[in-house]
């Protein structure tokens, strides 16, 4: 347990922002799972500042859901303290995040994402602007650096505390290196040791046990799980279980990979209506089959539906290869 302002956080284990993933459908069953805080996929300050109505959809979270992180992002200190106004006073949302670790071009070219890496001046000046127009946490997600020659994650992270922020969450790859490499755990312990404030360790956790490490090597008071939890939020489920009691809990079997996948996607038509859903879920729902035995096949025909009912006929269909223990059915 640990808090960020005034919220408590009720475990260490964190569920990554992952754009165009962390909707309150998939959220929500992440969070059910067991995560201590689920964090929304980044939302434009532009777009929430113009009534984009796709960006104010992106806004809706489910009670449940809480406590729960809702992520922006910007370049321009006005708009970027508009959005924040927005979301704070018409959002449930415990937690208001700054992303100032998304490296793609079409972000980083509107001086948002990872570009404001380069510069710690401007994170005080755009944190402590945010910090006094709201009045939930206010929260910065960042890598740590921009590329192998502009490091400043220690000096970041202090200008974040500096301007107000109530913690930092850390991914220990620069901007350059995108998700390739190996993420640096020892930066994660410096920033710790930089500041007073929470700071929650990203980066190549991908077992239980890899969560464990990354908390005893950093002391990072929480841990974020993001690509290893796609698909899989049993992953969340057994890390939690591992951190509090040492135990590894076993992974599902199909037939319980098919429920979650079906209930996730129930809940994406209930959020943005059949089409859009389907096509999202096209994806998730490789996710959900990876690691299952001859799931090439299933996965090329979704692919390929349109409905929700010729998805699930595909998942019963490939399921039907298996016993009840989950075997491959000789």
Not at 229 to 245: D, Q
Request: hydrophobic content about 40%; aromatic content about 6%; proline content about 4%.
């Amino acid at each position: 347990m640990f808090k960020i302002g005034d919220i408590t956080i009720p475990n260490k284990v964190v569920l990554a922002p992952m754009a165009g993933v962390c909707n309150s459908a998939f959220r929500l069953t992440v969070k059910e799972f067991g995560a201590g805080l689920v964090c929304a996929e980044m939302v434009s300050d532009k777009g929430i500042m113009f009534k984009n109505e796709k960006t104010l959809n992106m806004l809706y979270i489910d009670e449940r859901e809480k406590p729960m992180s809702l992520q922006i992002f910007g370049g321009e200190k006005d708009s970027l303290v508009e959005a924040a106004k927005f979301v704070d006073e018409n959002s449930t949302a415990d937690i208001i995040d700054i992303n100032m670790g998304c490296p793609v071009p079409k972000i980083t070219k509107c001086d948002a994402g990872a570009k404001w890496l380069l510069d710690p001046n401007k994170i005080y000046e755009m944190v402590s602007a945010v910090v006094d127009a709201v009045k939930k946490p206010v929260t910065v997600k960042m890598r740590m650096g921009w590329d192998s020659d502009h490091i400043y994650a220690v000096e970041n992270a202090q200008a974040i505390e500096r301007a107000g922020g109530q913690a930092v969450s850390l991914h220990g790859r620069t901007r350059v290196q995108m998700y390739e490499g190996h993420a640096n755990w020892d930066i994660i312990r410096e920033v710790k040791q930089a500041v007073s404030i929470p700071v929650i360790g990203n980066g190549d956790v991908e077992t239980p046990q890899d969560a464990q490490r990354l908390l005893d090597t950093t002391g990072a008071d929480g841990v974020m799980i993001g690509r290893a939890a796609l698909g899989n939020p049993w992953m969340i489920y057994r890390t939690v279980k591992y951190l509090e009691t040492g135990e590894i809990v076993g992974e599902p079997s199909p037939q319980e990979k098919i429920d979650v996948c079906m209930l996730h996607m129930d809940r994406l038509i209930a959020l943005k209506n059949e089409d859009i859903a389907v096509k999202e879920m096209r994806k998730h729902a490789a996710w959900y089959l990876k690691g299952l035995k001859g799931n090439a096949q299933a996965r090329k025909l979704i692919n390929h539906c349109e409905t929700r009912d010729h998805i699930a006929d595909v998942l019963n269909e490939f399921i039907q290869q298996f016993d009840h223990e989950g075997q491959q059915a000789v």
